[in-house]
């Protein structure tokens, strides 16, 4: 599927990625993707690799936890690399901005937290080999040594995020020294949500379930709609699937005050 709104990043990842996979994984630009949600981040990410011979597993960092307390470590995070064969493998680090929440009743357990993930990645990124878990709590040594990582976060959904300014939401220099690359999507144009409208395929599967509904008339309700509500819009292109399930759930109807409570974003604050 065609990758829209993001042609000038597109070109730079994909050299990226043809550097990685053609230096047989021993040049590995790891590198920063940000930009608000619903920008395009994981999608563009996905798209590029899969048209290419290469591993692919994404992570939560939100759902992280430091390795020797309860939850999800990085160990248990990798343990899919066990069942992955020996090919370049990316790894994306989604709501990598999550570990640097602050301001809660937990503030100084976060801040543990983030400096402990950020030293367990350093680590990784390091070595040739990583330490995951396996069963029976058992750890065993994978590869590590064609693994490119990207770490991907909105970060308030501030335009043109740079080295320095991470710096300041509490990224380690050590890691900036070794994740030294930045990029940012752009927002989406009223033209690029449209593009990504006219092209939908969850658009195509509800046309095929239901019998007589004439496909312009639901692309223009739904056109109208995204530009009624296009500098309010939180959630980038996610809204477009909402929009189109309200459509036919609710037989032609789009219900304004319902749809702009949906927001899968919030402000936070960070840890310096």
Known sequence: ?????QEKLVKEIKMILDIFETSGAKIRPHFILAGESGSGKTFT???????????????????LT??????????????????????????????????????NNNSALAHETTNGVQNEFLKVLEADQVSV????GKYVNVPSNKILFIFSGAFNGEA?????????????????????????TKP??????NNILEHSELL???????????REEVVNVIKNYLVQTYAHNTIGARLINTLISQYFIKGGQLEVE???????????????
């Not at 599927?1 to 709104?5: A, D, L, S, T, W």
């Not at 989406?188 to 949500?193: A, F, K, Q, V």
């Open 1 to 5: 599927m065609e990758i829209v709104g």
């Open 45 to 63: 990410i996905r798209n590029l690799v899969s048209a290419r011979d290469m591993n692919f597993m994404d992570i939560n960092a939100a759902q």
């Open 66 to 103: 430091k390795e020797g307390t309860a939850g999800n470590s990085l160990s248990k995070a990798l343990t899919p690399l066990i069942n992955m064969s020996d090919l370049p493998t990316v790894i994306f680090v989604d709501e990598f901005d999550k570990l640097f929440i602050s301001g």
């Open 133 to 136: 878990y396996h069963d029976y």
């Open 160 to 184: 043109d995020i740079t080295l320095d300014r991470l710096r300041d939401f509490g990224v380690k220099t050590e890691f900036l020294g070794r994740v030294g690359l930045v990029y940012n």
């Open 188 to 193: 989406l144009e009223l033209e690029d949500l």
């Open 204 to 214: 195509k599967e509800y046309l095929t379930l239901f019998d007589g509904i004439d």
């Open 258 to 272: 319902q749809v702009k409570e949906i927001s899968f974003t919030k402000k936070l604050s960070f840890t310096k």
